[in-house]
């Protein structure tokens, strides 16, 4: 939570040579009080403000919709915005954008701030012509994508449980190294055409959280894998396909010790009955990053394949 002294200050600056307004305004705001609100909340009350405005002279309008990006590190004090930097970083933040609206979503640059490293864009659809501006719903995809990317972001800041937004997370992952390796904080901000305002950061703290995210741990549970063999390396692996469809499930069994699968001596087209050890290497949030098969020895019979999901 933030104060609202911020737009006041702004306020109080800009009748500082006017003597009158300035006096009358501070009195305003002594009567107003201080009230402990949310820049993006008190924003959203002046943008709907401006749509009721407009709304009562043309029933149908509604805002633009924007994206605003900033980025902050120790190389961004001259205010520049180096290539690289866009290349690595936007193409990401419009994939992740899209996971969250479960629709792809193109976003386009409109602009940069003067001066800062603040990058401006917004919906590709929402402005193709003067007829889709029209036909654009109150809450469009990229709005819904955009509160889904903005509270992951805002639980990655605070290290709090994601697993809500566990299919999102890769996306993130990917913004999150682009971020590190330039060594940058982003700051979002979403502004809808209903006249809301969201806004997330993902600064170094958030970085390192994803980053222990991202850290897999084993899980192991032993399989029976019964089919015939399609395809035998030296190096110690098999492939068992259990079925005889074309789209039956295959699986690449090693053989720690290659010279035990030589013993065996298989042949293409051979039924075989694997005791396997069924690796999962899952994240922190419950992604499996690499699964394996390992040859333990003989089934007995055969057994029907089940893997706990």
Same mark, same amino acid.
């Given at each position: 939570m %933030?104060s609202?002294?911020?737009?006041?200050k702004?306020r109080?600056?800009?009748?500082?040579?006017?003597? &009158?307004?300035?006096?009358?305004?501070?009195?305003?705001?002594?009567?107003? @009080?201080?009230?402990?609100?949310?820049?993006?909340?008190i924003?959203?009350?002046?943008?709907a403000?401006?749509?009721? $405005?407009?709304?009562?002279?043309?029933?149908?309008?509604?805002?633009?919709?924007e994206?605003r990006?900033?980025? %902050? @590190?120790?190389?961004? &004090?001259?205010?520049?915005?180096?290539?690289?930097? @866009?290349?690595a970083?936007?193409?990401?933040?419009?994939?992740?954008v899209?996971a969250?609206?479960?629709?792809?979503?193109?976003?386009e640059?409109t602009?940069l701030? $003067?001066?800062?490293?603040v990058?401006?864009?917004?919906?590709? #659809?929402?402005?193709?012509?003067?007829?889709?501006?029209?036909d654009?719903?109150?809450?469009?995809?990229?709005?819904?994508?955009?509160?889904? !990317?903005?509270?992951?972001?805002?639980?990655? *800041?605070s290290?709090?449980?994601?697993?809500?937004?566990?299919?999102? !997370?890769?996306?993130?992952?990917?913004?999150?190294?682009?971020?590190?390796?330039? $060594?940058?904080?982003?700051?979002?901000?979403?502004?809808?055409?209903?006249?809301g305002?969201?806004?997330?950061?993902? #600064?170094?703290?958030?970085?390192?959280f994803?980053?222990?995210?991202?850290?897999t741990?084993?899980?192991?549970q032993?399989?029976t894998?019964?089919?015939?063999?399609t395809e035998l390396?030296? #190096?110690?692996?098999?492939?068992?396909?259990?079925?005889? $469809?074309?789209?039956?499930?295959?699986?690449?069994?090693? !053989? *720690? *010790?290659? *010279?035990a699968?030589?013993?065996?001596?298989?042949?293409?087209?051979?039924?075989?009955? !694997?005791?396997?050890?069924?690796?999962?290497?899952?994240?922190?949030v419950?992604?499996?990053?690499?699964t394996?098969?390992t040859?333990? @020895?003989?089934?007995?019979?055969?057994?029907?394949?089940t893997?706990?999901?």
């Open positions: %933030t609202s002294d911020s737009w006041r702004r109080r600056a800009l009748l500082r040579d006017d003597p &009158g307004a300035a006096e009358a305004a501070e009195r305003l705001l002594a009567d107003m @009080g201080t009230e402990e609100r949310h820049d993006d909340a924003e959203a009350d002046h943008r403000s401006r749509l009721a $405005a407009a709304r009562e002279y043309e029933p149908n309008a509604r805002l633009d919709e994206l990006l900033r980025l %902050t @590190g120790p190389d961004t &004090g001259s205010g520049a915005l180096r290539f690289q930097w @866009g290349d970083l936007l193409d990401p933040v419009e994939r992740a899209s969250a609206a479960r629709t792809p979503v193109q976003l640059l602009g701030s $003067a001066g800062s490293t990058i401006h864009a917004r919906p590709v #659809s929402a402005h193709a012509t003067d007829e889709a501006v029209l654009v719903p109150a809450t469009s995809a990229t709005s819904t994508g955009m509160h889904a !990317f903005t509270r992951l972001l805002d639980a990655l *800041e290290e709090e449980d994601v697993q809500e937004w566990s299919r999102l !997370f890769d996306s993130v992952d990917a913004v999150a190294r682009a971020l590190d390796k330039y $060594a940058l904080n982003l700051d979002v901000t979403w502004y809808d055409a209903n006249g305002v969201r806004s997330a950061r993902l #600064s170094e703290r958030g970085r390192h994803v980053a222990r995210l991202r850290e741990q084993p899980r192991d032993e399989l894998i019964s089919g015939r063999i390396r030296e #190096s110690g692996w098999v492939k068992v396909k259990t079925g005889t $469809a074309k789209n039956a499930p295959a699986y690449d069994v090693h !053989f *720690e *010790e290659p *010279e699968l030589l013993r065996m001596r298989p042949g293409l087209g051979d039924n075989v009955h !694997f005791r396997v050890r069924f690796r999962q290497s899952l994240d922190a419950g992604i499996a990053r690499a394996e098969y040859y333990l @020895g003989p089934a007995a019979e055969q057994v029907p394949l893997l706990d999901s």
